[in-house]
């Protein structure tokens, strides 16, 4: 177990709808990074947060929005649902400093249906 | 445009045989390549790395080559077992926490 845990495991939306997904990082850990998997596909980074600051974004509409809190937890956030957003969202800690610091760990992720 | 690019996308391996899992890179300024085992219904675990300075990185039955003038590395699973069994992919960033590319993944399937 990698300590970073994802709610909920599975959730089912409707077309238009919004959505909100929770990540809790390892502890000791300040960074963290939010992924898509479409079915049959490796993850595809949507953006990632460093002390509550969003520190990169990959190439995702603005209708994906994410924050992170003092404790370094964090959420995604997805307006305006589409059915292309049906996937696996997973979240990632890292430490963000020194020789591990790059090293990030996944939780099992959130698996979102949109009908 | 897929920056990291992974092959073959399935494998059936023996017991007892060599799984290898290839991947190609585009940006050169990459110089983290890790690679991620996972499971059906579970996230990506990180299973063994490799930075640019070392040709290869040995873990247990595990194995990374990496070829930097090629922009290549690969995955060597020795001695496969059915445990094995699970979809890898390959990933690359820049070190300093960076977000990861990853490629398409290989799904492995190691048959008794």
């Known amino acids: 177990e990698t300590g970073v845990t994802q709610s909920p495991t599975h959730l089912i939306k409707t077309r238009g709808q919004q959505v909100t997904l929770r990540c809790s990082s390892q502890s000791g850990h300040n960074t963290v990074s939010w992924y898509q998997q479409a079915l049959g596909q490796g993850p595809q980074f949507i953006f990632q947060?460093?002390?509550?600051?969003?520190?990169g974004r990959g190439n995702f509409p603005p209708r994906f929005s994410g924050l992170q809190f003092p404790n370094y937890s964090s959420e995604l956030n997805v307006n305006a649902l589409e059915l292309d957003d049906s996937a696996l969202y997973l979240c990632a800690s890292s430490s963000g400093t020194g020789e591990g610091g790059n090293i990030q760990y996944f939780g099992a992720g959130t698996r979102l249906s949109v009908l | 445009q897929q920056q990291v690019k992974q092959s073959p996308q399935s494998l059936i391996v023996q017991k007892g045989g060599i799984s290898i899992i290839n991947c190609a890179y585009e940006n050169t300024a990459f110089d983290y390549f890790p690679w991620y085992q996972q499971f059906p219904g579970k996230g990506p675990a990180l299973l063994i790395a490799?930075?640019?300075?070392?040709s290869e990185k040995k873990e247990g039955r595990f194995t990374i080559s990496f070829n930097k003038s090629a922009k290549q590395f690969s995955l060597h699973i020795m001695d496969s077992q059915p445990g094995d069994s699970a979809t890898y992919f390959c990933a690359a960033s820049i070190w300093g926490n960076t977000p990861l590319v990853f490629g398409k993944g290989t799904r492995l399937s190691v048959i008794a």
């Open positions: 947060y460093y002390r509550e600051e969003e520190n």
């Open positions: 490799i930075r640019p300075d070392v």
